[in-house]
């Protein structure tokens, strides 16, 4: 026994698979330092400060003791909502285990080994692991200014490229291009690309460039929206694709039976409808974006202007400085697997949640008060 190793078995792409850096859970910090859970604040995940939408809440608390069911698998309560919500279709949408779940079932769908995905060098970090697990070439473009380079990115194509991954607002740096821009970037795609569009905060801008007349005009262009962001859903796990019903139903094929649990249905359906909650959420992180420039502005520090419910700061030594904010109860995000080793990333919080982060860190730096 032990010529074969699991190495020599497994699946080449899973064995050099890297994994994702998810932000700190509050528990683990909480026992790592021995601190109280009750007394940390998490910004690391970009999660809604405010808790999750109250008439999702609601909604899943009444559904609770008929978890004994299996969900619906076609999903079709939360398709013909977001159909009505959209003005599309029921078939033109995929519900997914986050919108992560879904952009990963897109790239199972469509890549083989050789294909090329293009995406932002400082782009969300799971473009590049869903090309690398089914065997494509990760093509990361530099972002000039943390800003997606759209000719650059339009150069980087090849006939070999399948997919692109757009985001706006970018996550981590909350920068956005022109809706203008984007809408005329996805025109000029050639015919063998998917373009997918990731919205994941797009809830935060005042518009963002709408791709339905691009679907329409039978663009291959598919949006990934997430009700973990500004709905506050995070830890049910519930995102979409929307697009062409013929892509939709391709990508489909490659899903669980039941892929999105029974209380994320329900809460995502009642999730839509609480226009108050969403508006309530856009201004108290309009407002904490601007608490927080404020305060990077007093402790001298840099930031990236941002269009989401995050900010990058840039500070020496942000590895240190991770750590040291941890160790007073704060969660932030390092972002040296971005290629920004001197940036730390921070999730809008409450009011108060900014005032004590802002605090620790001005401490920290030696700079308080
Ligand atoms: C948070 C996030 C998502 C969505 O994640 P879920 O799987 O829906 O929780 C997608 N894209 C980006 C860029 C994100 O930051």
Sequence with gaps: MGKIAYADLVNPAVLNQPTYEPGKPIETVAREFGLDPHTIIKLASNENPLGP???AQAA???MLGEVNFYP???TTVI?????AFWNLRPDQFLVGNGSNEAMILLAQAFLRPGDEVVFGEQAFIVYKLAALLFGAKPVAVPMPKFT???AAMRAAITEKTKLVFLTCPNNPTGTINAAEEI???ARELPEHVILCFDEAYAEFLPDCADIRPLIDEGRKIVGARTFSKIYGLAGLRVGYLYGDAKLISLVQRTRQPFNVNLPAQIAAVAALDDTAFVQLSREVNTAGLRQLEKGFGKLGLSFIPSH????VFHVPQAAQIFDALQRQGVIVRPLAGYGMPDSLRVT???AEQNTRFLATLGTILGKGK
């Design 183 to 185: 809408l005329q970037f």
């Design 53 to 55: 939408s109250p008439l």
């Design 148 to 150: 997606h380079d759209l």
């Design 60 to 62: 899943v608390t009444r």
């Design 79 to 83: 398709r013909e909502k977001l159909a």
């Design 348 to 350: 809008v919080g409450t």
């Design 308 to 311: 989401a419910n995050f900010i």
């Design 72 to 74: 619906d698998g076609g």
